[in-house]
């Protein structure tokens, strides 16, 4: 059964730092893995989606990596803004099946 | 706009009250997906459907009953609902192609509190 955890669970942190969300999954059969936003009481925002045969995706000050192999990706987040508070969540996909991790909730303070 | 529109927002409901959330997709997709998200757990796969036929039905408990009449649109009709049913509804779209698993559109939810 896959399982995908989220690490940290939570972070807080000064405007203008570098980031890095951790995101591990136990079943390497994936078709692809997403990450998405989602801002308190809100639906999800995709932002970037890997591919199983990619190893990274950009997009603006946003970078995701994935292993498949070991079951890893991490998304990099480059001089984090306040507007970048959320809770980001990193799904695997089995063909239509999306599974979740439990997210991390990012505090960016002025 | 994500492309995908779930009415209404916001729902209160008692016990043995019987309402439908909806969920209307504009990009043309074939599949369609309820999530439900409680606090402090995962999201949590419920219903797929596939052109319009349901693919999945994740354990869902049957107050809970999925109805997808045509691939743009889908219902969840609820009755007799419990406390612990309270949570964020999302529905999602994606254009499936056998062997490939294809970007996740969610809309924004409907927010449900069961007295």
Redesign the interface.
């Known amino acids: 059964k896959q399982e995908v955890t989220q690490i940290p669970a939570a972070l807080s942190v000064p405007e203008g730092e570098n980031l890095v969300l951790n995101c591990s999954f136990t079943d390497s059969a994936i078709y692809n893995l997403q990450w998405f936003r989602q801002d308190p009481g809100k639906g999800l925002t995709s932002l970037l989606l890997i591919q199983s045969s990619q190893r990274e995706q950009t997009s603006g000050r946003l970078n995701a990596s994935l292993d498949k192999s070991s079951g890893r990706s991490t998304l990099y987040i480059a001089a984090s803004q306040p507007g970048d508070s959320a809770t980001y969540l990193c799904a695997v996909s089995a063909f239509n099946k999306l599974i979740f991790g439990a997210g991390t909730r990012l505090a960016v303070h002025p | 706009e ?1 492309g ?1 529109t ?1 009415t209404p927002r916001h729902l209160v409901m008692g016990m043995t009250n019987k309402k439908s959330l909806k969920c209307e997709q504009h990009l043309g997709h074939n ?1 369609m ?1 309820w999530y439900k998200q409680s606090a ?4 949590e ?1 419920m219903f ?1 459907y ?1 052109f319009k036929e349901q ?2 039905n994740n354990s869902v408990p049957s107050r809970f009953s999925p109805e997808c009449p045509n691939s743009s649109h889908l219902f969840l009709h609820l009755h007799t609902l419990q406390p612990e049913d309270s949570a ?1 509804y ?1 529905c ?1 779209s ?1 254009q ?1 192609r056998p ?3 294809m ?7 409907t ?1 449900l509190s069961v007295l």
């Open positions: 994500t995908v779930q599949a997906y402090k757990k995962p999201l796969l797929v596939n693919t999945e964020l999302l999602a994606s499936d062997g490939t698993g970007e996740k559109y969610f809309g924004a939810g927010r």
